[in-house]
């Protein structure tokens, strides 16, 4: 840019000169500062890096040369005006239009945001107590969680419950047979994962036969009913949590509340009862689909006949054996279905919470179902069941 001047002001665009000339330097501005104008002149002078050099004092005047009319590119030149002036030099404004220099400290009262400082990570003893209060705070949650659904179901029982017979009556549909295949399917591959196995080591014996004798224990006692809590963990709880906190998202369950309705009867209940009857039936199928499983690979690997595999299968069932499976699965049902609708019902109110605790409903009732599993199989073995 020339020493002494540049850019002649034009009517329909933003113009600009710099006079070096006096004891201080003078930019006159001129011409129409808008969004509509063109501002490739101001540009130009704010990306030349020697436009501002050899200023003859470290103040640099701005005036109006006839500004016809303005908005924020004025003021958004301004300010990159004072980042681009060499350090030292102040601007002095006084010749500017009173609401630029308003706007302008306006813009330069509120300070930048400052970042907050991070907290102190805590101790690991400090993380443990914590972690500690959140388990025994989300256990005491829980536990009120099924008294409260203890009550509801009791009320539900002796007809005092206020739910419809339609929803429940869906919800059996949905928790038995919609569940059917899945269930069929893995109970028949454990089954015969189980056979391969116990065919491994049987076989250095000569004990083939007893293939049978595992599996049938081991789908009845156990097998049977944790399959069938897990697959409806992942399938039925999941429903449950993402079901209720999408009402709780959509502000249904606030609008039972309001209504008078109880959502622990209207929506909890049914479902959960459901599930306790579904269970059992569930495990049943499981039971016979993992023996079924069994029977194919013990008959397809070994030299057994189905005539064989059948008679020893027989013997060594027990009533005792199918009712401490068919009792865990009962139990199974409550744990899935008191972590699916406790989830669901303190979902937040974004699609976030929904996902998120849909996750935690799954999570939850599986590890829920494994301690069960393990306190149930401990009290099994001290009453010689």
């Given amino acids: 840019m020339a020493p002494t001047a540049s850019t002649v002001p034009v009517s329909t665009a933003a113009g600009l000169r710099l006079d070096r000339g006096g004891p201080s330097a003078v930019l006159s501005l001129s011409g129409t500062w808008t969004l509509a104008a063109d501002l490739s002149a101001a540009n130009a002078f704010l990306a030349d890096p020697h436009a501002l050099d050899g200023l003859p004092s470290s103040t640099l005047r701005v005036a109006d040369a006839g500004i016809a009319?303005?908005?924020?590119?004025?003021?958004?030149?301004?300010?990159?005006?004072?980042?681009?002036?060499?350090?030292?030099?102040?601007?002095?404004?006084?010749?500017?239009?009173?609401?630029?220099?308003?706007?302008?400290?306006?813009?330069?009262?509120?300070?930048?945001?400052?970042?907050?400082?991070?907290?102190?990570?805590?101790?690991?003893?400090?993380?443990?107590?914590?972690?500690?209060?959140?388990?025994?705070?989300?256990?005491?949650?829980?536990?009120?969680?099924?008294?409260?659904?203890?009550?509801?179901?009791?009320?539900?029982?002796?007809?005092?419950?206020?739910?419809?017979?339609?929803?429940?009556?869906?919800?059996?549909?949905?928790?038995?047979?919609?569940?059917?295949?899945?269930l069929f399917l893995m109970s028949l591959l454990v089954g015969m994962i189980v056979a391969f196995l116990g065919a491994i080591q049987l076989k250095l014996f000569g004990a083939e036969i007893f293939i049978a004798d595992a599996v049938a224990i081991a789908m009845t006692r156990e097998m049977g009913a944790l399959m069938t809590g897990i697959v409806m963990s992942g399938r039925t709880g999941a429903a449950f949590a993402a079901r209720l906190g999408t009402m709780q998202v959509n502000e249904e369950i606030d609008a039972l509340r309001t209504l008078g309705f109880s959502p622990m009867d209207y929506l909890v209940a049914p479902r959960a009862l459901a599930l306790l009857l579904m269970m059992p039936l569930l495990a049943t199928y499981s039971m016979a689909a993992g023996i079924l499983g069994g029977a194919i690979a013990g008959i397809a690997t070994m030299d057994l006949t189905p005539a064989q595999y059948l008679h020893e299968t027989l013997s060594s069932m027990s009533v005792k054996g199918i009712a401490s499976g068919l009792f865990k699965a009962a139990v199974y049902g409550v744990v899935i279905a008191v972590s699916g609708c406790r989830q669901g019902i303190a979902c937040g109110r974004s699609a976030e919470s929904v996902g998120t605790a849909t996750t935690a409903a799954v999570v939850n009732a599986i590890v829920w179902i494994i301690v069960m599993d393990s306190l149930i199989s401990v009290l099994y073995m001290l009453l010689g069941i």
């Avoid at 990159?80 to 002036?85: E, P």
């Avoid at 945001?113 to 805590?122: H, I, K």
């Avoid at 101790?123 to 914590?130: C, E, H, I, K």
């Avoid at 829980?142 to 002796?158: C, I, Q, T």
């Fill in 69 to 182: 009319a303005w908005d924020s590119p004025l003021l958004v030149f301004l300010r990159r005006l004072a980042v681009a002036a060499p350090k030292g030099t102040t601007l002095d404004l006084s010749g500017l239009p009173s609401g630029v220099r308003a706007l302008l400290d306006l813009a330069s009262a509120v300070p930048p945001r400052a970042r907050d400082a991070a907290p102190p990570e805590p101790s690991w003893l400090a993380r443990v107590g914590l972690a500690s209060q959140a388990c025994f705070q989300h256990t005491g949650e829980s536990l009120r969680f099924l008294v409260d659904l203890a009550a509801s179901a009791g009320r539900m029982l002796v007809g005092k419950g206020r739910h419809r017979r339609a929803d429940f009556l869906d919800v059996l549909s949905e928790c038995g047979p919609g569940a059917l295949p899945i």
